[in-house]
């Protein structure tokens, strides 16, 4: 049975950053895509960053050069550095996985998700 765990979230202010762990258990290591989305209130869940097993990354354009997706497959653990927070980066963050590659970040495509963890921004 695969079991996503998140850690991590917080509340910072505007321009600080955080580091969300997820940590797994009864997944492989190989073969599979990860990924991280988020859900702020009143709107629809999107994807944030996504790495595979062959170590390819994808990001939101809202993201990118201020989020880092990384994984430690020796601890099960997905990783994402968020630096220079903004506002709009609270939600709730969620990371998410599924059998085989993929290079989407659309939500049906991810089998597994864990139960989230709150990342609050303040201005």
């Known amino acids: 049975q695969v079991q996503l765990a998140e850690s991590g979230g917080g509340s910072v202010q505007g321009g600080g950053s955080l580091r969300l762990s997820c940590v797994t258990s009864?997944?492989?290591?190989?073969?599979?895509?990860m990924a991280w989305f988020r859900q702020a209130p009143g709107k629809e869940r999107e994807g944030v960053a996504l790495?595979?097993?062959?170590?390819?990354?994808k990001y939101a354009d809202s993201v990118k050069g201020r989020f880092t997706i990384s994984k430690d497959n020796n601890k099960n653990t997905l990783y994402l550095q968020m630096n220079s927070l903004k506002p709009e980066d609270t939600g709730m963050y969620y990371c998410?996985?599924?059998?085989?590659?993929?290079?989407?970040?659309?939500?049906?495509?991810?089998?597994?998700w864990g139960q989230g963890t709150q990342v609050t921004v303040s201005s």
């Open positions: 009864g997944y492989p290591s190989s073969g599979n895509s």
């Open positions: 998410a996985a599924r059998d085989g590659w993929t290079l989407s970040l659309r939500e049906s495509v991810y089998n597994y």
């Open positions: 790495m595979n097993s062959l170590n390819t990354t």
